[in-house]
C-alpha cells in the first residue's frame, strides 16, 4: 500500500533504497519503501542497574509510576517531552532505544527538587535524572555539559599543580567547551581591572600566568590524587 | 464474676462485638470496655452509608450487631471508659478501670481499631483550605443525607473528583502501608452519588485499583460499566481553586503522558486507616508490642494467629493493620473463642 502520510512516521523508521531492482523489476525509491515495525522486542535487563551505579540513581527502582514527579515538574512546565516519570519506566524496563529519542533533554534538569519533594516512594527523580546524564555522558551519547567541562578543567590544574590559577581555568574552560577565549564581558573585566588595581597586584597576576607556579614539593601528590579519583569512579560504577 | 469465667473484651467495634457475642454464646461473661459512648466503632461512630459488599446501610448492619450483645445476658458493657491498668497473668489479670473499677479476667481481647488518616497532613490536596475538598467519611455522611451538594454554596455538583490513596502508599508521610478497603469504598461512593444524583459525573484518580476478590466486578467494573464512573490513571499532585469558583485538580494523565488541569466542583479524599492514634498508650498499658507502621503486633502467625506479644491477650481486626468489616469480625469470633479456650485451660497458649 501506498504511503499517503509519511509525516506521520518516525524518519527513522522508514526504510527506503534509492536504486533496488528485484527479478529485473525497477523498484528504486517509493516504489521500495518499508517501515520497520514498532514493537518492542525485548528488554536490556541491565540497564536499571547501570543507572543505579551513578550517583543519584540508586533509588529507582522503587518508581510505581504515580507521575507526580512529571507533575510537579519544572522543566516539564516548559515542554511536555520532559517527562521524568516516563524516562524512569523507560529506565526500569531496559527500553534504552526509546529513552535515546529524548536524549539531547535529559540533561536540562535544574535540579530544583520538587519531584524529590512530592515522591511517594522516595525515588529521587532529581537523583535519577543526574546519574541519567552522566551516564550519556560517559557514554559519549550527548556532548559535554559545560559544568562537566568546567570541573574537569578544575580538577586537572589542581592535580597537575596542586593549585589552579582562574584565568588559566578560564582560558582551559574555554577551550575544552570550544567557546571563544576573547569575550566581550571579559574585555570589559579587564578593563576595568587596569584602571582600579595597583600595578603590583597587575604585574603578580601577569607573571603567575606566565610561568604557572605549582604548590611546593606537589611532586608525586598529583600522580597520587589522579589514580585515587580513578579508583573511585572505577568502584562505583562496578562496585 | 470469677477470673475462669470472664473475658475482657476492649473496644466496641465490629470486630470487638463479634468477640463478646462469640465469647457469650459459649456460655461464658464478655465484659466490654469501650471509650466512646456508643457502640459501633468507625462505621457508627463516622456515619458510614451502604456497606461494602452488602449495600446494607451502616447503622443496620452494625446496629444489629449492637443489639444482639445489648440484649444478652451473659455481656455487661461499660462505656466511655478505659483500661488503665492490667495486673496478672494469662488466666489470671486483674484490670483497673478510669473509672476505678476493678475487674478479674482469665483472658482479654483487643478490638481497639485504627483511627482514620487527618487530611491535613496533605495541605497540597487542599483538605481544610476548600469547602468543596472533603474525605469519604464526609461523603458517606453526605450520602447518608440522601443530598449531593457543594458545602460551599449548596448546588448540585457536575462532577466529583476522588482521590485514591489519600495518606496511604506514600513514604513522605512514613505510611507504606495500603488501606485495603478504600478503592472499594470509592467505587461503591461514586455509584451511590450517581444514584442520588444522576447528572453528576464521577472520577476516581488512581495509582493502582484494588477491589481484591469478589469485590472485582461487584463494585470496580458494576461502577464503571453501569454508573459510568470515569478512572483516571494519575496521582494527583495539587488541588487549586480557579476563579469562577470551581476547583482545579492538576497532574500528570500518565497515559495520555499530558499534564492535566481540571475543573470539579468536589473532590473526595479517599482517607486511609492510620493505627490507632492511641496504640503507644495500648501498648504500655496491656504490657504488648507494636509492629513496625504501628499496629498492633501479633504472636505466631499461624498457630496463634490472633495473639498478641503477651500470653492470654488476643486481637483481633483494624487493630493489627486495615482490615474490612468481614475479616474483623470473623477475627472477632477467632479471638473470641480463643480466649474461651484458654478459660477451659483445654488448649496451652502458644508463647
Ligand atoms: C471511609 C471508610 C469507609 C469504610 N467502609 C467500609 C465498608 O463499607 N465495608 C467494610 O468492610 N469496611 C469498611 N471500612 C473499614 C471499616 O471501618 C473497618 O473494617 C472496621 O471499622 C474495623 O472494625 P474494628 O472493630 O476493628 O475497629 P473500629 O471500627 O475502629 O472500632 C474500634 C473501637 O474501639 C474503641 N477504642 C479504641 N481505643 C480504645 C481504648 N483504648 N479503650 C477503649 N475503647 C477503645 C473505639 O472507640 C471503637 O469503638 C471503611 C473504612 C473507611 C475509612
Ligand atoms: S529536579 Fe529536575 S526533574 Fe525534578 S522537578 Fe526539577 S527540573 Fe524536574
Ligand atoms: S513521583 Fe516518584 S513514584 Fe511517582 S512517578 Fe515520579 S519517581 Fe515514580
Ligand atoms: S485500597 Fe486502593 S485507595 Fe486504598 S490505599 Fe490501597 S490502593 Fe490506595
Not at chain 1, 506521520?8 to 533504497?17: A, E, G, M, N, V
Not at chain 1, 533496488?20 to 518499508?34: A, C, E, K, P, R
Not at chain 1, 522486542?41 to 551505579?53: A, G, L, P, R, V
Not at chain 2, 492538576?250 to 475543573?263: A, N, Y
Request: aromatic letters at 8%; one cysteine or more; glycine letters at 10%.
Amino acid at each position: 500500500m501506498a504511503i499517503h502520510e509519511k509525516t506521520l512516521i518516525d524518519p527513522d523508521r522508514i526504510l527506503q533504497h534509492d536504486h533496488l531492482v528485484v527479478d529485473g523489476v525497477d523498484v528504486s525509491g517509493s516504489w521500495n519503501t518499508m517501515i520497520t515495525p514498532r514493537t518492542l522486542t525485548d528488554y536490556e535487563e541491565h540497564f536499571e542497574e547501570i543507572i543505579q551505579s551513578y550517583s543519584g540513581g540508586e533509588n529507582v527502582h522503587r518508581c510505581w509510576q504515580c507521575g507526580s514527579c512529571t507533575n510537579s515538574c519544572t522543566m516539564y512546565a516548559q515542554n511536555v517531552d520532559f517527562n521524568p516519570r516516563y524516562w524512569i519506566y523507560l529506565i526500569r524496563l531496559g527500553l534504552k532505544a526509546e529513552l535515546m529519542k529524548d536524549k539531547d533533554i535529559i540533561w536540562q534538569c535544574v535540579s530544583c527538587n520538587k519531584c524529590t519533594n512530592i515522591c511517594p516512594k522516595d525515588v529521587r527523580p532529581e537523583g535519577v535524572m543526574k546519574a541519567t546524564a552522566h551516564w550519556l555522558e560517559d557514554n559519549g551519547l550527548t556532548p559535554k555539559t559545560l559544568s562537566t567541562h568546567f570541573d574537569e578543567e578544575f580538577t586537572h590544574q589542581c592535580i597537575e599543580f596542586g593549585r589552579i590559577e582562574d584565568t588559566e581555568v578560564m582560558v582551559g574552560f574555554f577551550k575544552r567547551s570550544g567557546q571563544p577565549l576573547v569575550q566581550a564581558w571579559i574585555v570589559e573585566f579587564g578593563k576595568r581591572l587596569t584602571k582600579r588595581l595597583p600595578l603590583g597586584q597587575l604585574a603578580k597576576m601577569g607573571m603567575n600566568v606566565v610561568f604557572r607556579p605549582k604548590t611546593k614539593s606537589w611532586g608525586k601528590t598529583g600522580e597520587v590524587l589522579a589514580e585515587y579519583v580513578k579508583a573511585q569512579k572505577e568502584a562505583a560504577h562496578h562496585g | 464474676m470469677s477470673a475462669q469465667d470472664t473475658v475482657l473484651v476492649v473496644g466496641a467495634g465490629p470486630a470487638g462485638l463479634s468477640a463478646a457475642a462469640t465469647i457469650a454464646s459459649m456460655g461464658k461473661k464478655a465484659v466490654i470496655v469501650e471509650k466512646e459512648d456508643v457502640l459501633g466503632g468507625a462505621p457508627i461512630i463516622s456515619g458510614y452509608a451502604k456497606l461494602v459488599p452488602s449495600g446494607e446501610w451502616a447503622k443496620d448492619a452494625i446496629g444489629r450487631m449492637v443489639s444482639r450483645v445489648e440484649g444478652d445476658g451473659n455481656v455487661s458493657i461499660h462505656k466511655s471508659t478505659k483500661v488503665t491498668q492490667v495486673a496478672g497473668e494469662a488466666g489470671n489479670f486483674t484490670a483497673t478501670l478510669s473509672n476505678g473499677d476493678k475487674l478479674d479476667a482469665g483472658a482479654i481481647v483487643l478490638g481497639t481499631g485504627f483511627t482514620h488518616f487527618d487530611s491535613i497532613n496533605k495541605p497540597e490536596w487542599g483538605f481544610g483550605t476548600y469547602e468543596d475538598v472533603l474525605t469519604t467519611t464526609q461523603m458517606e455522611q453526605m450520602v447518608g443525607t440522601g443530598q449531593i451538594r457543594c458545602p460551599s454554596d449548596g448546588r448540585v455538583p457536575e462532577r466529583v473528583a476522588i482521590l485514591l490513596c489519600v495518606g496511604s502508599r506514600d513514604r513522605q508521610i512514613g505510611r507504606e502501608w495500603c488501606s485495603k478497603i478504600c478503592c472499594t469504598v470509592s467505587t461503591n461512593l461514586a455509584m451511590e452519588i450517581k444514584e442520588i444524583s444522576p447528572s453528576t459525573d464521577v472520577f476516581i484518580y488512581y495509582m493502582d485499583i484494588r477491589t481484591f476478590g469478589l469485590y472485582e466486578d461487584k463494585f470496580y467494573w458494576k461502577s464503571q460499566e453501569e454508573y459510568k464512573t470515569k478512572f483516571v490513571k494519575a496521582r494527583i499532585a495539587e488541588v487549586t481553586k480557579s476563579p469562577d469558583g470551581r476547583l482545579l485538580v492538576k497532574g500528570e494523565d500518565t497515559l495520555v503522558k499530558r499534564p492535566i488541569v481540571i475543573p470539579m466542583d468536589l473532590v473526595v479524599h479517599a482517607i486511609g486507616m492510620d493505627p490507632n492514634a492511641l496504640n503507644p498508650e495500648i501498648a504500655k498499658t496491656f504490657g504488648i508490642g507494636l509492629e513496625k507502621h504501628g499496629f498492633i503486633d501479633r504472636a505466631e502467625q499461624y498457630t496463634n494467629s490472633q495473639g498478641t506479644t503477651r500470653k492470654g491477650i488476643y486481637v483481633c481486626g483494624s487493630a493489627t493493620g486495615p482490615e474490612t468489616i468481614d475479616d474483623s469480625i470473623a477475627q472477632g469470633q477467632a479471638a473470641g473463642s480463643r480466649a474461651v479456650a484458654d478459660l477451659y485451660g483445654q488448649q496451652k497458649v502458644a508463647s
